[in-house]
C-alpha cells in the first residue's frame, strides 16, 4: 500500500474542488447572501452578451439571401428618400401638355390622367408606404411588448382581456374593421398608421405574452424574484432583454405586413387618398387603365413585392441569427 | 455466452456527422459482439457514441450520416443491406427500446393498434383477430393488467413504466433474436426502474433474444449483464464479463464510473467521488489518450500515443490504458479513496 | 359533446355582441348618412320616412339594441343602398356567388398545401424544399391585389397580344346555367388561382414546420424501428400528426374564403359578399355592413367549432366534457 501510487485531491485537476461536496460529502455552510449581490452576478450574463452578439452576426452573415435582402432594402429607402428630391417634378405637380402618357425620356415611369410623373410619385409614394409600415411597426411593438409583458406575466385580468380581444379579432377580421374605419379616418398616411398599429398590435402582444409566460418560471427569474427584485425590474432587466430576438424578427415581418395591409387598404380606396400618393393608391389609380397602359399598375405593385420579400427574407435571416431555437431544421 | 458464433459483430465502425463546425465523429472504430441469448451492458456518459452504435445496428441512422466499417448480423453485413431489406429484419430480428417512453408510442393511435401493426408489417398471413390475441397476450407479459381492456387504451392513457411495459411488448412481438435497449430505464421514476427491468428480463426468457442494454448507469448492469462494454468518446475503453469489469477493472475511465454513480458505489460500499471535467468533443479530440484530460494516472506517455484496446493475459479481458496492468487492485483503492 | 357544443356556442355569444356593437358604432359614426340624404333632391316627408325607418334621429346604443332585436329574430332589415332589398336575402344570394370560388379554392389550396409541405419537410434541404420555401416566401410577399392585376395583364394583355386569344375571363362570373361550362370555368380560373397562391403559401410553410416536427419526433423513429415502409411511417404515422395542428388553420381560412374574399372579387369583378361588404360601407349602409359582418362571424365561430370537434377526433388526447 506505500509503494502505490496515491493521488491527493490538492493534486486533482482544476475544476475537481467543490463538486464532490454537492454530490455527497459534507455540505458546505451556505454563505449570506445579499440580494443585489446575485442580482450583480445575474446581470454578469451581459458581459457574455457581447461574444453572443459576435455570434448573431456571423450568423446573420452566413444567411445570404437575407443579407443581399438587407442591402436592396437599404438601397430602395435610399431611392424612395432621394429620389423624389433629385426629381425636376413635384408629387402633385401637374403638367397639362403632357397627360396620361406612357413612358419617355421626360418621364421614365409615363404621367398620369391629369399629368403628373409617375415616377416621382412612384417614389413619393414609397416613402410614404415605408414611412406607415415603420410607424405601424413601432407603434406596434411598443404597445404589444407592453401588454404582453403585463399579461404574461401576471396573468389574471389583463391576461384574459387579451385573449378575448385575440377572439374578437377572429370574429370580426381585422381587415373589416379596417374597411369600415378607413372610410372615414385612414385617408391620411398618419390617420392609416394609427389604424393599422391599434390593430395589429394584439399579434406581438401574444407571443411576448408567450415568451413572458415561459420565462418567468425559468430559474434566473425565479433567483432574481427569491433575491427580493420587484416585478417591474424582472420584467424588464431580467425578461425582456431575453425576448428581444423574437421581438425584434416580429416586428421586422410586421413592416412586411403593414406595407401589404396598407396597400390593399388604399387599392380599395379605403386609404390614403390623392394627391398623397401611396404605392397602394397609385396602383388604384391605373387600374382602370389596366388595358392600355400595364406598366402603370406593375412598377409600383413590383416595388411593394419587393419590399414586402426583402422585408420577409430580412426578417427570416433576423430570426435564424437572433433566435436559434425558433426553427427545427 | 452460450455460443462461438457471434450473432451480432461489429468491425471497426465508425460514424461521423457533417455539421457547422467540422465533422464530428461520434463512433470512432467501435468493435463489438454479441452472442445468442446473452445480455451485454455497453455503458458510457452521454457523447459516448453507445447509442449512436445502437442506431447504426437497427439503420435509424439519417441518410446524411457517414458510417464505416461492418455490422455483421448472422454472417450478413447490414451496412450493405438495401433499405427494403434492412426493413425486413427491423422490429422482426432486431428490435429496439427506446429511451422516452412518454414519445416513443405514437399519441394517436392505441397502444393495441401499434403492435398488432408491428405483428402484420412482418407477418401478413396473421389475421388481424390473432395478431390482436397475441397483443393482448403481449401485454400480459410485460405485465400490464387487464390487457384485454388496455389493449384498446391509446398511450396517455398508459403511466409511464406501463408505456415502457407496452414499448417491450412491440419490441418482442416478433421474437426478434436481437434487442436493444437504449437507456430504457432513464426517464422513468427509480421505483419503477426495477419493475421494468424485471419486465425485460421475463421478455428476453420468453424470447430467447440477446440483449444490449445500452446505459450510462453501471449500478444497473450487475445484476443483468452477462458482459459489460465500456465506450468513452466513441471507443470502446474496456469490455470483460461483469464480474472482472466490477471488481477487477483495468480501465481508470471504468473505475472512475463506479465511483460516480450512486447505486454502483453502495454496490461496493465506496464514497461518491464524480469523475472530474466533462466529454471530450468529438469535433476536435485530445491528444493522445482521449480521456487523459481527465485521467488521475494519466502520465506523459498518455498525452504522446493513444493507447490501443489490448487483451491481458487472461484472455477475456479488454481495456484501453497504457498502464492497465500497473493500476492499483480496485479494493485497495477503495481504502485509499476513504483515508484521502 | 353536445353539453360541449352547446357551452361553446354560448360562450361566444358575448364575443359575438361586443363585435357587433364595434362594427355598428364604428359603422355609425364614420359617416353621416343623413348628409348624404340632404345631397339627394327628397321631399320633406319622405327624408322624415327614411329617418324614421333606420331610427337616424336615435343614439347609436338605442339604434344597435333595434337592430339587434330585429337580427334576432332572423330580420336583418331593408338596404337602403341596394333598393330597400332584404339584407338577408342580398347576403344569402351574394354567399352563394363567393362560394362558388371558396370552395373549390379551399379543397384546391388544402390539397397543394400539404403536398407542398409534405414533400419540402420530408425532403429537407432538398431543391425541392428550397423550391417550396421560395415559392411560400414570394406568395406571402405577393399582395393579393398585386397578384391578381398582374394575372390579368398576362392573361388579360399579354396572352391575347402573342396568341391572339384570351384563355380565362378577367371580369365578372359565368354560370353554367346562363353560358354553359367551358365559360364558367374560363370565368373561375384565375380568382381562384388569386385566392389559391396567398393562402397556399402561409398554409404549405405551416405544414411544412407542422410535418418537420412530426418527423424528428420519437414516435415516428419508433415506426421506422419496426420496420415500417417509409410511405406508411410519413402518411400514416407523420402525416395524421402533422393535420392536427392545421385543422385550426384550415376552419379560419375556409370562414374567411366564405366570408367573402374583397380584393379578389374587387379586381375581377365578381359579384359576391366582399363586394357588398365594400358597398355597404361606402354607402353607409348599416344594415348592410353589418348583414355582412354577422355572416361572416357566424361563419368564423361555425368553422372554429367544426374545427374543435375534428380535433377531437384526429386527436385522442383531448376530450370534450
Known amino acids: ?329 | ?340 | 359533446m353536445f353539453a360541449y357544443v352547446v357551452r361553446r356556442v354560448l360562450t361566444t355569444i358575448p364575443l359575438l355582441l361586443i363585435g357587433t356593437f364595434l362594427v355598428f358604432t364604428l359603422t355609425a359614426i364614420s359617416g353621416d348618412p343623413l348628409a348624404r340624404l340632404a345631397q339627394l333632391d327628397v321631399d320633406q316627408a319622405a327624408y322624415d320616412r327614411l329617418i324614421d325607418l333606420y331610427n337616424l334621429d336615435q343614439p347609436i346604443p338605442q339604434r344597435y339594441v333595434s337592430w339587434l332585436t330585429s337580427a334576432v329574430q332572423g330580420d336583418m332589415g331593408p338596404s337602403p343602398s341596394q333598393g330597400g332589398q332584404q339584407t338577408f336575402d342580398l347576403v344569402l344570394g351574394r354567399a352563394l356567388n363567393t362560394a362558388r370560388l371558396a370552395i373549390p379554392a379551399f379543397f384546391i389550396i388544402a390539397i397543394t398545401a400539404v403536398t407542398l409541405g409534405v414533400y419540402s419537410a420530408v425532403k429537407q434541404y432538398s431543391k425541392l424544399d428550397y423550391f417550396v420555401t421560395g415559392f411560400s416566401f414570394l406568395g406571402i410577399s405577393l399582395p393579393t391585389f398585386v397578384f391578381g392585376l398582374l394575372l390579368q395583364v398576362i392573361f388579360g394583355i399579354w396572352w391575347f397580344d402573342w396568341f391572339g386569344a384570351r384563355p380565362f375571363f378577367v371580369q365578372g362570373m359565368r354560370t353554367v346555367a346562363q353560358h354553359g361550362w367551358l365559360d364558367m370555368v374560363r370565368a373561375h380560373v384565375l380568382p381562384i388561382i388569386t385566392l389559391w397562391l396567398v393562402i397556399t403559401a402561409s398554409e404549405s410553410r405551416f405544414q411544412r414546420a407542422a410535418m418537420l416536427e412530426v418527423i424528428n419526433s420519437d414516435y415516428i423513429r419508433t415506426a421506422r424501428a419496426k420496420g415500417l415502409p417509409r410511405r406508411t411511417v410519413i402518411l400514416k404515422h407523420g402525416l395524421r400528426n402533422a393535420l392536427i395542428p392545421l385543422v385550426t388553420i384550415w376552419a379560419i381560412d375556409f370562414a374567411l374564403l366564405l366570408g367573402g374574399a374583397v380584393v379578389t372579387e374587387t379586381i375581377f369583378a365578381w359579384p359576391g359578399l366582399g363586394r357588398l361588404l365594400l358597398a355597404g360601407i361606402f354607402q353607409q349602409d348599416l344594415n348592410l355592413t353589418m348583414g355582412v359582418v354577422v355572416f361572416i362571424a357566424a361563419l368564423v365561430v361555425v368553422f372554429n367549432l367544426i374545427a374543435d370537434l375534428l380535433y377531437g377526433v384526429l386527436d385522442p388526447r383531448i376530450r370534450y366534457d
Not at chain 1, 432587466?237 to 428581444?244: E, M, V
Request: proline share 6%; with cysteine; glycine share 8%.
Open chain 2, 1 to 340: 455466452m452460450t455460443s462461438t458464433t457471434p450473432l451480432l459483430d461489429i468491425r471497426d465502425l465508425t460514424v461521423s456527422f457533417k455539421t457547422d463546425d467540422g465533422l464530428v465523429r461520434a463512433v470512432n472504430g467501435v468493435d463489438l459482439q454479441m452472442f445468442p441469448g446473452e445480455t451485454l451492458a455497453v455503458v458510457g456518459e452521454s457523447g459516448s457514441g453507445k447509442s449512436v452504435s445502437a442506431m447504426a445496428v437497427m439503420g435509424l441512422l439519417p441518410s446524411y450520416t457517414q458510417i464505416e466499417g461492418s455490422v455483421e448480423f448472422e454472417g450478413t453485413d447490414l451496412l450493405k443491406l438495401s433499405t427494403r431489406a434492412m426493413r425486413k429484419l427491423q422490429g422482426n430480428e432486431i428490435a429496439m427500446i427506446f429511451q422516452d417512453p412518454m414519445t416513443a408510442l405514437n399519441p394517436v393511435f392505441t397502444v393495441g393498434n401499434q403492435i398488432i401493426e408491428g405483428i402484420r408489417i412482418h407477418h401478413p398471413q396473421i389475421s388481424k383477430q390473432a395478431a390482436r390475441e397475441r397483443t393482448i397476450e403481449l401485454l400480459a407479459l410485460v405485465g400490464i393488467p387487464e390487457p384485454r381492456q388496455r389493449v384498446d387504451n391509446y398511450p396517455h392513457e398508459f403511466s409511464g413504466g406501463m408505456r415502457q411495459r407496452a414499448m417491450i411488448a412491440l419490441a418482442i412481438a416478433n421474437e426478434p433474436k436481437l434487442l436493444i435497449a437504449d437507456e430504457p430505464t432513464t426517464a422513468l421514476d427509480v421505483t419503477i426502474q426495477a419493475q421494468v427491468l424485471e419486465v425485460m428480463r421475463t421478455a428476453q426468457e420468453a424470447t430467447g433474444a440477446a440483449m444490449m442494454l445500452i446505459t450510462h448507469d453501471l449500478g444497473l448492469v450487475a445484476g443483468v449483464a452477462d458482459r459489460v462494454q465500456v465506450m468513452y468518446g466513441g471507443r470502446v475503453f474496456e469490455m470483460s464479463d461483469t464480474d472482472t469489469i466490477f471488481y477487477r477493472s483495468r480501465n481508470p475511465y471504468t473505475r472512475g464510473l463506479m465511483t460516480s454513480v450512486p447505486t454502483a458505489a453502495a454496490r461496493t460500499d465506496d464514497r461518491l467521488s464524480p469523475i472530474p471535467g466533462a466529454p471530450p468533443s468529438a469535433i476536435n479530440p485530445p491528444r493522445g489518450c482521449v480521456f487523459r484530460p481527465r485521467c488521475q494516472h494519466a502520465e506523459d506517455a498518455c498525452y504522446e500515443e493513444p493507447p490501443l484496446l489490448a487483451l491481458d493475459a487472461t484472455g477475456r479481458h479488454l481495456s484501453r490504458c497504457h498502464f492497465a496492468e500497473e493500476l492499483p487492485e480496485l479494493g485497495a483503492q477503495d481504502e485509499l479513496g476513504r483515508s484521502a
Open chain 1, 1 to 329: 500500500m506505500t509503494d502505490r501510487e496515491v493521488t491527493h485531491p490538492e493534486e486533482r485537476p482544476p475544476g475537481y474542488e467543490g463538486r464532490s461536496s454537492t454530490v455527497g460529502g459534507e455540505v458546505p455552510e451556505t454563505e449570506h447572501l445579499d440580494p443585489e449581490h446575485v442580482i450583480d452576478e445575474l446581470e454578469g450574463i451581459e458581459a457574455v452578451s457581447r461574444s453572443f452578439g459576435r455570434q448573431t452576426w456571423d450568423r446573420f452573415r452566413r444567411h445570404r439571401i437575407a443579407l443581399i435582402a438587407a442591402v436592396v432594402l437599404f438601397l430602395l429607402t435610399l431611392a424612395f428618400v432621394v429620389g423624389p428630391w433629385l426629381s425636376p417634378y413635384g408629387f402633385s405637380e401637374q403638367d397639362f401638355t403632357a397627360l396620361n402618357q406612357g413612358p419617355s425620356l421626360a418621364h421614365p415611369f409615363g404621367t398620369d390622367t391629369i399629368g403628373r410623373d409617375i415616377m416621382v410619385r412612384t417614389f413619393q409614394g414609397g416613402r410614404f408606404s415605408l414611412r406607415i409600415a415603420l410607424f405601424v411597426a413601432i407603434l406596434t411593438t411598443v404597445i404589444g411588448t407592453i401588454v404582453g409583458a403585463i399579461a404574461g406575466y401576471f396573468g389574471g385580468t389583463i391576461d384574459a382581456l387579451l385573449n378575448k380581444l385575440i377572439n374578437l379579432f377572429l370574429i370580426v377580421p381585422a381587415l373589416v374593421i379596417l374597411l369600415v374605419v378607413g372610410v372615414r379616418w385612414g385617408a391620411t398616411p398618419n390617420g392609416i398608421a394609427l389604424l393599422l398599429g391599434f390593430l395589429l398590435w394584439p399579434a406581438i402582444a401574444r407571443i411576448v405574452r408567450g415568451l413572458f409566460l415561459q420565462y418567468k418560471e425559468q430559474e434566473f427569474v425565479l433567483a432574481a424574484r427569491a433575491a427580493g427584485a420587484r416585478a417591474p425590474r424582472i420584467m424588464f432587466r431580467h425578461i425582456l432583454p431575453n425576448t428581444f430576438g423574437p421581438i425584434v424578427v416580429n416586428a421586422t415581418l410586421l413592416v412586411g405586413v403593414a406595407i401589404i395591409l396598407e396597400s390593399t387598404l388604399s387599392f380599395l380606396s379605403v386609404g390614403v387618398q390623392d394627391p398623397v400618393p401611396t404605392l397602394g393608391n397609385l396602383i388604384e389609380k391605373a387600374k382602370g387603365q389596366i388595358d392600355t397602359k400595364p406598366s402603370a399598375v406593375l412598377i409600383p405593385g413590383g416595388f411593394i413585392v419587393a419590399i414586402t420579400l426583402c422585408v420577409n427574407f430580412l426578417g427570416d435571416g433576423l430570426r435564424d441569427a437572433l433566435d436559434p431555437t425558433a426553427r427545427k431544421g
